[in-house]
């Protein structure tokens, strides 16, 4: 997974470079692979962050190929959504309940079961992307392209709740600044 620190570290300089040098966030993330002396900077981001997870790899990918969804451009539901699961998620994961969700995702029959809700909501209010992001996360994770086993590591990952937090964050205060 050592391409999807280079995805990340190309997206992240995309965002912040103006569109006429996003060229040089391609190269500099390409530079990335090469090995320093002890180590290649995007194996040291993987050391600093891990892998991604493969629903990242998508919106980073679909923002890369300027196809970045909407709701993620401009609304806030969406990446709240995301943020919200991982504010539930995470704190319960590391110990501070006596649930712990993540062991949820060795034995996933029950965590698909249950996303078969929320997928049926999307299709329901003609949503395609989030089908389209939870059918390729099961896919990968059916066909083992992770290192880790387990679901959540599939769908969910610390930056991608940060990145949605931040969204979130800032697509709700542009909301409610626009006059009306």
């Given at each position: 997974?050592?391409?999807?620190?280079v995805?990340?570290?190309?997206?992240?300089l995309?965002?912040?470079?103006p569109?006429?040098w996003?060229?040089?966030?391609a190269v500099?993330?390409l530079?990335s692979?090469?090995p320093l002396?002890?180590?290649?900077?995007a194996m040291?981001?993987?050391?600093?962050?891990?892998d991604?997870s493969v629903t990242?790899l998508?919106l980073l990918?679909?923002?890369l190929?300027g196809?970045a969804?909407r709701?993620f451009l401009?609304?806030?539901?969406?990446?709240a959504?995301i943020a919200?699961i991982?504010?539930?998620?995470?704190?319960?994961a590391l110990?501070?309940?006596?649930?712990?969700?993540?062991?949820?995702g060795?034995?996933?029959?029950?965590l698909?079961?249950?996303l078969?809700?929320?997928?049926l909501?999307a299709?329901?209010?003609?949503?395609?992307l989030?089908l389209?992001?939870?059918?390729?996360?099961?896919?990968a994770?059916?066909?083992?392209?992770?290192?880790s086993?387990?679901?959540w590591d599939t769908?969910l990952?610390?930056?991608l709740?940060?990145a949605?937090l931040?969204l979130?964050?800032?697509?709700?205060w542009r909301?409610?600044?626009?006059p009306?």
């Open positions: 997974m050592i391409l999807a620190q995805l990340i570290v190309t997206a992240l995309a965002w912040l470079l569109r006429r996003q060229f040089i966030a500099v993330g530079l692979l090469l002396p002890e180590v290649s900077p040291a981001l993987r050391g600093l962050w891990g991604p990242a998508q990918a679909l923002c190929t196809h969804p709701t401009v609304g806030w539901k969406g990446p959504g919200l991982a504010l539930l998620f995470y704190p319960l110990g501070s309940g006596s649930f712990d969700p993540y062991r949820l060795y034995q996933p029959w029950l698909v079961a249950a078969a809700l929320p997928a909501c299709w329901w209010r003609g949503r395609p989030w389209w992001l939870l059918t390729i996360d099961l896919l994770w059916a066909a083992g392209l992770l290192e086993p387990n679901l769908l990952d610390p930056l709740a940060l949605c931040f979130a964050v800032r697509n709700g909301t409610y600044k626009r009306t």
